[in-house]
């Protein structure tokens, strides 16, 4: 919804939970988050579906508008724009390491990044001349900007060095808390290519899968700046510039 533009109207809740072995108010704490955060993006939520289930799952379906001449795609992005991530990444990695009980601190700036809306990164981006847009989650960082690289017909640089990362990311996969999606994304992924210099642990954040990433811009130099100090005013402190596209191609990454 974010990632094109759009304002969320109405939500309903998705959810299994396991009725024999967790106890009611655990369901009730989850449908309160829930409602919390549609709250807070400006929804409501009509109604829901629940399935008695072993393994506890929760989500919304979402609908929405947007401006037909104002919607976002991923295949904007032209030769010169700088690229404006506005999340940290590690987020599956610090999951992955929480299962081990490591990392609490990674762990609890993670969970605070993921219950963050991207409502505010979106409504600021509104201002500028964004060319393409993308929110990063299951495939990573990687994952995301090969599809908008692809789509816009670009090839794309990412400076490893900018790329924002969550406490403790970088040093919980240096020990290998490295999700299996992160090991898929890689495998799928042929179109990157990582300077000699980028240490393997952040080559994982760049394929770690994200839940509840930030957006990721594609626009011009100059509004580019002008975005990232809105959002650094609006709170987001962790965005920033981790890249640009270079010229013409069929999605090719390369990051130094």
Do not use: W
């Not at 449908?31 to 807070?40: A, M, P, S, T, Y």
């Not at 990433?213 to 100090?229: K, T």
Request: with cysteine; proline share 5%.
């Amino acid at each position: 919804m974010y990632a094109m533009g759009g304002r969320p109207l109405t939500a309903m809740n998705i959810v299994a939970f396991p009725t024999c072995s967790l106890p009611p108010e655990v369901l009730l704490s989850i449908l309160q988050g829930g409602q919390d955060k549609v709250r807070e993006a400006g929804a409501v939520i009509v109604g829901g579906h629940t399935v008695d289930d072993a393994e506890p799952k929760y989500g919304l379906s979402v609908t929405g508008i947007a401006r037909p001449d104002r919607i976002l795609t991923n295949a904007g992005a032209k030769a010169g724009d700088l690229l404006i991530l506005t999340k940290p990444l590690g987020t599956g990695v610090l999951a992955t390491a929480a299962k081990a009980d490591m990392f609490a601190e990674g762990v609890r700036a993670a969970t605070e990044s993921m219950a963050a809306l991207n409502r505010y990164a979106a409504e600021a981006a509104t201002r500028y001349s964004v060319n393409a847009c993308t929110d990063i989650t299951g495939f990573g960082l990687l994952g995301h900007l090969y599809e908008l690289a692809s789509a816009s017909r670009v090839q794309v640089t990412v400076h490893s060095a900018a790329l924002p990362l969550l406490p403790e990311a970088a040093a919980a996969a240096a020990m290998g808390f490295v999700p299996a999606g992160a090991y898929a994304n890689r495998d799928y992924l042929k179109t990157v290519t990582f300077a000699d210099a980028v240490p393997e642990n952040i080559r994982d954040l760049c394929f770690d899968p994200q839940t509840s990433g930030g957006l990721l811009f594609s626009l011009p130099a100059a509004p580019a700046q002008e975005l990232l100090a809105a959002l650094h005013e609006r709170g987001l402190a962790h965005a920033a510039i981790i890249g640009e596209v270079t010229k013409e191609g069929s999605g090719e990454i390369y990051v130094d």
